[in-house]
């Protein structure tokens, strides 16, 4: 009984086995024959996406001013802009995108009110360039201007109007604070932290800590990082190739043509005045985010210029 026993385990075994090792030999056929989707794009992935270090230039300016580059604090701190930029990808693509439309309004109103060609990324890392960007503070618009600033600066802000939404009138009155700032300390880089943290909350901080340089100043977190947010996305806007980023022109926001008619009364529905005009309500709002409600009373006769696009301006050519 023990040998029939042991028999049948031996063949049992052997039979186990032969299968296992069939098995084996298919499988080694089957992976070495071809590999798997998964595994072409693993190769893929090694092979092309690495991560680096970014280099960090010996050299900088800021508005015309030198950027202290020799300084370990300056540098890391530029670092840290430079790699949070590049390798968050998906943001400071559209960055890029929306830049192509919103610099050329910016640029020559910059250099018309005397203000250096460098805030224009002011603008940028203040609202990302969403024109209807409104911060937890009630910071409105592109500049992002508080409701009690933008009227000091000349502003209209009003349950109808609200002129943080309108770009070249912001851009006006952002140029104006700015150069306040530079007249009271003497720097744009100190403007420039000014327009985050406030004349006064600025001024403090050069009393407390005895110094009118903005890169020796310990600040807060927001306004520290302030000048080298811009620092930084100005190399990569600058040369987006050299950072990994490869765009067409065919992939840049276009600016939007428009012409613009006079309004000195009362318009009942915007939706309508916008029919008149062979637009949607939503393009005439998109043109002048500025207009807060769906009608305009405008008691005083007020002169407003609005927006209307060109024919055809939101549709999308594919040659």
């Given at each position: 009984?023990?040998?029939?026993y042991?028999?049948n385990?031996?063949?049992?075994?052997?039979?186990?086995?032969?299968?296992?090792?069939?098995a084996?030999?298919i499988?080694l056929?089957?992976r070495?024959?071809?590999?798997?989707?998964?595994?072409?794009?693993?190769i893929?992935?090694?092979?092309?996406?690495?991560?680096?270090?970014?280099?960090?230039?010996?050299s900088l300016?800021?508005?015309?001013?030198?950027?202290?580059?020799?300084?370990?604090?300056?540098?890391?701190s530029?670092?840290?802009e430079?790699?949070?930029?590049?390798?968050?990808?998906?943001?400071t693509?559209?960055?890029i995108?929306r830049?192509?439309?919103y610099?050329?309004?910016?640029?020559?109103?910059l250099?018309?009110?005397?203000?250096?060609?460098?805030?224009?990324?002011?603008?940028?890392?203040?609202?990302g360039?969403?024109?209807?960007?409104?911060?937890?503070?009630?910071?409105?618009?592109?500049?992002q201007?508080?409701?009690?600033?933008?009227?000091?600066?000349?502003?209209?802000?009003?349950?109808?109007?609200?002129?943080?939404y309108h770009?070249?009138?912001?851009?006006?009155?952002?140029?104006?604070?700015?150069?306040?700032?530079?007249?009271?300390?003497?720097?744009?880089?100190l403007?420039a932290?000014?327009?985050?943290?406030?004349?006064?909350?600025?001024?403090?901080?050069?009393?407390?800590?005895k110094?009118?340089?903005y890169?020796?100043?310990?600040?807060?977190?927001?306004?520290?990082?302030?000048?080298?947010?811009?620092?930084?996305?100005?190399?990569?806007?600058?040369?987006p190739?050299?950072?990994?980023f490869?765009?067409?022109?065919d992939?840049l926001?276009?600016?939007?043509?428009?012409?613009?008619?006079?309004?000195?009364?009362?318009i009942?529905?915007?939706?309508?005045?916008?029919?008149e005009?062979g637009?949607?309500?939503?393009?005439?709002?998109?043109?002048?985010?500025?207009?807060?409600?769906?009608?305009?009373?405008?008691?005083?006769?007020?002169?407003?210029?609005?927006?209307?696009?060109?024919?055809?301006?939101?549709?999308?050519?594919?040659?």
């Open positions: 009984m023990k040998i029939i042991k028999k385990l031996i063949r049992l075994l052997s039979g186990s086995i032969t299968v296992f090792t069939i084996v030999i499988s056929f089957v070495s024959s071809k590999p798997t989707q998964i595994e072409d794009n693993t893929l992935f090694e092979r092309n996406y690495s991560i680096h270090a970014l280099p960090i230039p010996d300016e800021f508005a015309g001013e030198e950027v202290q580059m020799n300084k370990t604090y300056i540098r890391e530029y670092d840290r430079i790699l949070i930029n590049t390798y968050w990808q998906s943001q693509l559209l960055l995108k830049a192509s439309r610099f050329p309004v910016i640029e020559p109103i250099k018309e009110q005397g203000a250096p060609d460098d805030f224009k990324y002011l603008a940028l890392i203040e609202s360039f969403l024109p209807r960007a409104v911060s937890p503070a009630g910071a409105t618009g592109i500049w201007f508080l409701k009690d600033t933008a009227k000091e600066y000349g502003l209209e802000v009003s349950s109808e109007i609200d002129e943080r770009l070249e009138k912001s851009t006006v009155a952002a140029c104006k604070y700015l150069k306040k700032g530079y007249e009271k300390f003497g720097t744009w880089t403007a932290a000014a327009y985050n943290a406030g004349f006064a909350g600025v001024e403090r901080q050069i009393t407390r800590q110094s009118n340089n890169y020796e100043l310990l600040l807060n977190e927001e306004t520290s990082r302030y000048v080298f947010r811009m620092l930084a996305l100005k190399q990569i806007l600058s040369s190739a050299e950072y990994g490869h765009l067409t022109e992939d926001y276009k600016p939007i043509p428009f012409y613009e008619i006079e309004v000195n009364g009362s009942d529905d915007f939706a309508d005045f916008a029919k005009y637009i949607t309500y939503r393009e005439l709002k998109d043109m002048n985010p500025w207009l807060r409600e769906p009608f305009l009373k405008n008691p005083n006769k007020k002169r407003y210029l609005i927006k209307i696009p060109e024919p055809n301006a939101f549709i999308f050519d594919k040659n």
